[in-house]
């Protein structure tokens, strides 16, 4: 063989990298997970007080956490203090005041699907040289002259990567009763959170030695200011037991920023400590501030007759300054109904319900998790030179988006209906629930032509809807001295887009896979489809030596063949089509409860059924990183799927195709817990001691860390995308950071 090619074609021969020797008996076999993880530890601590009068009331109490995680050099701390007052200052007035503190200082590792010298840790683990050593003869770290792009994984362990978070969670209230039955309260509260990064990356990391040593600081404000008044008449006349409630309230969020950066270090001795150290003849240096405002006016009537039938009526008006000048307001209106139908004689005549419920409801709900100022047109700034002679700097602003005054809520109607039963006494309860849902005016950025001079637009574009079943079981299969409980809850949803305008598809782009190869469309929005519709080429194996395909003229024995889907007779763009579903059929948990004695066992099941992952971390690693890469396409190994030379470079498809598309079921074991109460009868009121296990084992097909990680959906939700954003880009799993299997042990007393 040489280099895939047959000895005719090849104009010289393939010379192996390493002999057969050095792969027989290698100088170095360095495990690079091993080298970066470790067994993670944490721990927590927990006390509070409560007492008070009659007319006084208190809680005081503080809790520190602190975790090691798996990740060398990954680790958090948190302190929190809580203090809860309130006092009845007479019969008709009543003060409260809720406070909460808390200082969370973390150390962060490089996590994430970066690439090349930006790659995160895990890929570097997952794709550097395991013939390598650490560090070389002269004490630096090794690079691969094969992939000098990546950087040496140990390391990233030297970068000094520090978050340091602040937050005040405040509320007040007044409460007064003028007159009986009704009751007026104000609330007022703030939510502030401060934050402070600081990076530095020293010149043992590649990056760093790129930049020369590059520091980083950035600083970041938000706060939520809360006013709501409300006002709630409650009156009971005979069999008839009603609720009225109106109310107001305002909210305003405002963020601030604030960035530095220098690199060109001499020494890396000052971190991120003496930003002015650096020769950088340009510091990076930025800010930002931004406002917006909500106020909403909202009522709700709730009437029970005869505490058999029940009714509720809600109407919200809500504001938001994130839209247009002329769509400000919404009005989402709800209900609801509900019989006790087990308190009729006749139903108790039939002996077999112990409790029955049927409930109705309709209601419609807003979103408004857009950007700030997303309906104005934006202005950015450009750095730009004025002068080529002498290079005089200067600075350029340009509308950076479209103006969208039509801009509006995005809204969803709901529909449900619901069943709650009751048999043998209340020993086996079973709740069932059924919902069809429908949004429309999704707000979704949008390509747009060229010749507008943008890329893309945020507008209300489309129509999804969502239908679903819930199913919960409660049985007390046991009681008396030996007691056992079992709760069971299953749950499947089916969501369609029924229109997206005339945008058409939105395509969903991957991450960079690796080194030079660019990212790919993945998933797809498609009217007709569901959300979560994973997007690719159909992959129909290996060519074969004698083998012609005519929609791939110029392949080469060992090259991946892919399905001419629009039978045009060529392999392109065109012939994607979606290859898997990230949705799950079914999602369901199973808890078992047992207590004798003193005893007390809890064990947690659940699960999903039908979902797929795109697997772009087995993509890379078997390329030629596994020894899933010695199964690869030769003259004298034909009998495999696996191409060549990879898809990265085909000149036909792509490396997003249904080759790596992997069914993602699974059954875990989420919580085991083992407790025991000591008796005490003198002091402590109660004593428990436990042992707890999360994610004990799982049984799956997924060849993955995880198959219940989602890499895309999980950025977009961190980065304050609305669930619909997360759910479109969900099912890809890239280097994404699995759940732990963790043991805890524990002490609660109460005197």
């Not at 003198?682 to 995880?706: H, M, P, Q």
């Amino acid at each position: 063989v040489y280099g895939g090619k047959t000895e005719g074609e090849a104009s010289t021969a393939y010379k192996p990298y390493y002999t057969d020797a050095q792969i027989n008996a290698p100088a170095h076999n360095t495990d690079w997970f091993d080298e970066i993880t470790r067994t993670g530890f944490q721990t927590q601590h927990n006390i509070s007080v409560t007492g008070g009068t009659e007319s006084t009331k208190y809680l005081v109490s503080g809790n520190f956490f602190k975790q090691n995680g798996v990740v060398k050099n990954n680790d958090m701390e948190r302190y929190t203090g809580r203090i809860n007052l309130e006092q009845k200052v007479s019969k008709y007035v009543n003060l409260g005041v809720n406070m909460t503190l808390s200082r969370n200082q973390t150390n962060n590792v490089p996590l994430g699907s970066g690439q090349n010298e930006n790659a995160s840790i895990m890929v570097a683990a997952a794709q550097f040289n395991p013939l390598l050593p650490i560090k070389d003869e002269n004490g630096d770290y090794t690079l691969n002259s094969q992939a000098a792009f990546l950087p040496n994984p140990v390391s990233l362990l030297e970068i000094t990567d520090k978050t340091m978070k602040e937050r005040l969670l405040a509320t007040a209230f007044v409460e007064v009763k003028p007159i009986q039955d009704l009751t007026l309260k104000a609330n007022f509260g703030i939510d502030r959170n401060y934050q402070k990064r600081s990076v530095y990356m020293p010149k043992t990391t590649l990056y760093g030695q790129k930049k020369g040593g590059q520091a980083d600081i950035a600083q970041y404000d938000k706060s939520d200011y809360l006013m709501e008044l409300t006002a709630n008449y409650t009156k009971r006349l005979g069999d008839h037991n009603f609720s009225v409630l109106a109310g107001y309230s305002f909210q305003r969020f405002t963020d601030e920023s604030l960035y530095a950066g220098n690199s060109q270090f001499l020494i890396d001795g000052f971190l991120y400590n003496n930003l002015g150290a650096g020769a950088y003849p340009k510091p990076s240096v930025g800010s930002s501030a931004s406002k917006d405002e909500m106020a909403s006016f909202f009522g709700r009537v709730n009437y029970t007759f005869n505490d058999k039938y029940l009714a509720t009526v809600t109407v919200r008006r809500d504001g938001s300054s994130r839209f247009g000048a002329n769509n400000h307001w919404g009005t989402f209106p709800s209900g609801s109904l509900a019989w006790r139908a087990s308190e009729e004689d006749f139903v108790k005549n039939w002996g077999v319900f112990s409790n029955l419920k049927v409930r109705a409801g309709y209601g419609v709900t807003g979103n408004e998790r857009i950007g700030d100022y997303a309906s104005y047109a934006l202005v950015s700034t450009n750095h730009v030179t004025l002068d080529g002679s002498n290079n005089m700097p200067g600075t350029h602003l340009n509308q950076s988006s479209p103006e969208n005054a039509s801009l509006k809520w995005e809204t969803t109607t709901q529909y449900n209906v619901g069943f709650d039963m009751g048999f043998f006494n209340n020993r086996l309860s079973v709740t069932l629930d059924g919902y069809w849902k429908k949004t429309k005016d999704l707000l979704l950025k949008v390509s747009l032509p060229y010749y507008t001079g943008f890329t893309s637009g945020q507008q209300n574009v489309g129509e999804i809807s969502n239908r679903g079943f819930e199913l919960d079981i409660t049985s007390h299969n046991l009681t008396g001295d030996f007691v056992w409980d079992t709760k069971f809850n299953l749950a499947l949803n089916r969501n369609k887009v029924l229109d997206l305008g005339s945008s058409g598809d939105i395509r969903i782009t991957s991450s960079k896979p690796m080194g030079t190869v660019s990212e790919n469309d993945y998933a797809i929005v498609r009217e007709g489809e569901p959300l979560g519709s994973l997007y690719g080429w159909k992959y129909i194996g290996v060519l074969q030596e004698g083998e012609s395909y005519a929609a791939q003229p110029n392949s080469k024995p060992g090259d991946p063949k892919f399905e001419d889907v629009n039978n045009d007779g060529k392999i392109d763009a065109d012939d994607r089509t979606i290859i898997g579903n990230a949705n799950p059929d079914l999602i369901f948990g199973l808890t078992n409860n047992f207590a004798w004695k003193g005893f007390d066992l809890s064990i947690f099941f659940q699960g999903s059924i039908g979902n797929d992952l795109l697997n772009m971390t087995r993509m890379n690693l078997e390329w030629k990183r596994t020894t899933d890469a010695l199964n690869r396409w030769t003259p004298s190994n034909k009998n495999t799927d696996i191409p060549r030379n990879g898809f990265y470079y085909s000149q036909y498809g792509g490396y997003v195709n249904d080759h790596f598309i992997e069914d993602a079921s699974f059954l875990r074991l989420k919580n085991l817990t083992l407790g025991y109460t000591i008796p005490f009868k003198k002091i402590v009121s109660s004593c428990r001691v436990y042992f707890s296990a999360e994610n004990l084992f799982t049984i799956t097909g997924y060849s993955g860390w995880d198959p219940e990680v989602d890499t895309k959906a999980n950025e977009a939700a961190q980065s304050g995308g609305s669930q619909q954003t997360a759910n479109a880009g969900a099912g890809m799993d890239f280097n994404a950071y699995p759940a732990m299997r963790t043991y805890t042990v524990g002490l609660n007393i109460t005197f």
